[in-house]
Structures are given as structure tokens and as C-alpha cells.
């Protein structure tokens, strides 16, 4: 006699999974590219996107700011005048540590998914719990700052292994810290061989212009056939 | 008819309460004062602890290492000379991302509390989760870089107003970052008003000597009638 068995899973990751895989579809309807973008706490992420998407008009960018409370990173990009949606996850406890697709799954009908190409997803500051949820993305990003030392890869591996960019900023620092950019490279690559780095400064603007190309890229890098 | 009613709670943070509540009277029996050291990724706990403990004989002290993986910061603390127990918390899905009362408690029967006066426990790098969670402790501490930017006590206020003590480190750095300190000040009393603060730079040992003599009172003031 032939079976099928149908395991029956109630993981909280695998509700996630579920949630991530119909914001996914819904994304691909309208036609939108997502990269989740992560960090520590003061990496620069809300800097670096005021800095990237400044000027740029194609694709057309929309910014999904995860915060634990309040709307500073919002406020601050407000001068932009792209879309802006805030989503705040402060309604649990003491707040969640990270994004999960069901909280994205939320901010969609406050998306206006029409009128964008390329989403920006700024995850909650934190290098453990946001790199475990999917949210439905194209692409996951982070930026390491040269202040959090060279060690972060071997420390906090699961973010840095999920990510296919990631981005060390404050480069401006470097002769004024104790960080080994050999040495970061070096634990990167042992924790995540060949991902793609680039290095900038969100405060002098050194390496910006790459970090635009990539953003814009975004897009049409997510549409070619894998 | 009169009827005492209980209520039942299965929450996880009570359960948590529970647990810290019987590390407490652990620590107490030992006479051991304990800290919950925090801080974001990065901000120093770790250099700041090697400064601060060098030479320091009186009260004899022991190190907790709460890391997501790895041991490279109680390997750091080796030439110390101190109890240093290494606590992982990658046993779960991809790692918790702060300690609880219950993993501090499976870390008891490691620690050599009759040996010392003062249990310095180092959370796991994230300034939201570890603020909600209780492990025991006398006082809660954090440290704040100033690369990580002013704005942090008000998006993360409760790590800040969880705190007895917020020691804002790297100084050194204060040239080269846009960082107002009165203005940090000024959302730290927002969200802790009149919370003790001290500066410091782990790098060129500023403000050393008052975290030494800060670190060393615990015993006494944890000691002393509230």
C-alpha cells in the first residue's frame, strides 16, 4: 500500500516561511524588488540610504522603516520624497528584536507597491534575530561599521552567512580605530567564502556612488533568470 | 462566601521572573553581586572589561560570556587571570539573541561563586531583548559608543531606561563623528531621567579609573539597606 505522509509542522519559522512566500507573490505581482536591509544598532543604515537614494530616479524606491518605537529614520528621509511607510514593533513586551514576515505582511495595504520598483526594507538594529526571519525578499544586505570591530563576522555568523552584500561603512574611521580590514575580509570569508563587500563612508561620501549603483540594480539583477 | 482567586500565568516572562528570582537567592547565599552588562555589537563591553578588571585585586571577580557562538571574547579575558565561563546560546534555531535567567541558571553549576565577590555577566551584543529579560542581577549596566550616534535612547528606550548605569565609551572618537554629547544627554534623561552616566575611551584609557572604581563598588552598594 502507498502512502503519503504530509508532516505537519507549527514552527514559528515555518509560519514565517508561509507568510514570506505570499508577500513574495505579492511583490512579484505588482512588479517589486525587496532587499532587507540589516545591521548593529549605529552601523549607518538610515544614513546610507539618505545618502544613496538622494537623486536617484530610477528605479523608483520605496523605504519600509522597522523600528522598535518612535519615526526618527522616517522623519529624516522624509526630505527624499520617495514613500515612506513606518512600522513600529513595540506592541509585544518590551518590542521585537527584528522583522518577521507577518509584520511586513501588515505594512502591505500601507505599501503603495503601484507606484515603486524596488522596496527598501530597514530592518530592526540587530545582528541575530532579523537574519532568521525571511520577509519576502529579493536580496539581503548589511552594513558593518569599522567601530564595531573586526571580529562581528565569527561573533554574529548567521547574519553575515545570509547576506549577499554587505557593506563596511565608515571607512572615514579607519585611522582611528583599532580594525584590521584584512582581518574583517578574512572572518567574513570564512563565515560566508566569495559574498560580494564593499567599503564607504556615509560622511564623506567615498564609495557612495557604488553603493547607489548597487541599490539601483537591485531590480534588474532580481528579474534576470537565476 | 469568601473565595481567593489565583491567577494562573504561563507567560514566559513571569516564568523568567521565577527563575532570576531563585538565581537571586543563589548569588545571595554566595554573597556574590552580579551585573548585566549590555550593550549594542561593537560598543566595547569586552575592552572595557579588560581595562577596567587589569590590576584590580579587591573585590574578587568572575566573568559570565554570553555569545550568540565562538569564545574569542573569554578568550580575550584569559590573561586576566579570573573565572571566565563561556556561555553559548546557538543552541536554539540560529541563536538567542540575549540571556535569560534560565541559560544563566544552566551556567551556575559552572561558576565558582565561593570564589568570588562580584559575578560581571556579558550579554549578548543587542540593545533590545536583553532589557526584558531579568537574570538575577544586582544592577543593570550599559555601555553606548558614540559611533552608534545620538539618537539611540529614544529607539531603544527600554535597554536605556532599564539601566543603572550608562557608560558612553569611545570619546576618543568624539572629533571624528557627529555625535552631540548634550543632546545624547538629553534623550538619555528623556527616557531615564537623572540615570548615572559616565565617558570613557577603552582606547586611550580616559575615564578608566572612575569605571575601575565604579565596577568595584557593586559588592558594597549591592550590600548596602536600599
Known sequence: MHRTKVRVSEDALDANETIARANREDFDRAGVAVVNL???????????????LEGL??????????????????????????????????SGFGGECHLDANMVRSALPALPLDEIDLLIVENVGNLVCPAEFRIGEDVKAMIAS??????????????????EMV?????????????DMDRFLAN??????????????????????????WLAGIPERAAAPA
Chains 1, 2 share one sequence.
Open 146 to 163: 569599522v567601530a564595531e570591530g573586526e571580529d562581528k563576522p565569527l561573533k554574529y555568523p548567521l547574519m553575515f552567512r545570509s547576506c
Open 167 to 179: 557593506v563596511v561603512n565608515k571607512i572615514d574611521l579607519l585611522p582611528h580605530v583599532d580594525f
Open 188 to 213: 567574513l570569508d570564512a563565515v560566508n567564502p566569495g559574498v560580494a563587500s564593499m567599503r564607504v563612508s556615509a560622511r564623506t561620501g567615498e564609495g557612495i556612488d557604488g553603493w547607489r549603483a
Open 57 to 90: 530616479r530610477s528605479p523608483r524606491v520605496g523605504v519600509l522603516e522597522g523600528d522598535v518605537q518612535g519615526s526618527l529614520d522616517a522623519d529624516r528621509l522624509a526630505g527624499l520624497h520617495i514613500p515612506v511607510t513606518q512600522l513600529n514593533t513595540d
Open 38 to 52: 540589516m545591521s548593529a544598532p549605529g552601523a549607518g543604515k538610515t544614513t546610507l540610504l539618505e545618502r544613496g
